[in-house]
């Protein structure tokens, strides 16, 4: 059973930081890009950033500049580090490891609450 466990979220001011971290384990054979999703109340889950195999990055426009994804091959884990944060991060956020094989592995989710 393949088990992505993700960690890191919880409860910060406007302009603080946190760093989240998804560790996979388990039958996991071939690992392409990795990412990290959000869906906040109401609205549809967004791509936050991606990272290909080669380091390779991208971000959605709403959080260029304050964050930035990185990865740890050896450990099968993705980060994500949030800078500067403000109140519309607020949402469940779920790292994703893409197979490159036509299906991907999914975390369970990590709430991030940032307060005005």
């Known amino acids: 059973q393949v088990q992505l466990v993700e960690s890191g979220g919880g409860l910060v001011q406007a302009g603080g930081s946190l760093r989240l971290s998804c560790a996979a384990s388990g039958s996991i054979f071939s690992i392409n890009a990795m990412g990290w999703y959000r869906q906040a109340p109401g609205k549809q889950r967004e791509l936050v950033a991606g990272i290909s195999s080669g380091g390779r990055t991208n971000y959605a426009d709403s959080v260029k500049g304050r964050f930035t994804i990185s990865r740890d091959n050896a450990k099968n884990t993705v980060y994500l580090q949030m800078n500067s944060l403000k109140p519309e991060d607020t949402a469940v956020y779920y790292c994703?490891?893409?197979?490159?094989?036509?299906?991907?592995?999914w975390g369970q989710g990590t709430q991030v609450t940032v307060s005005s």
């Open positions: 994703n490891i893409d197979s490159g094989r036509g299906y991907s592995y």
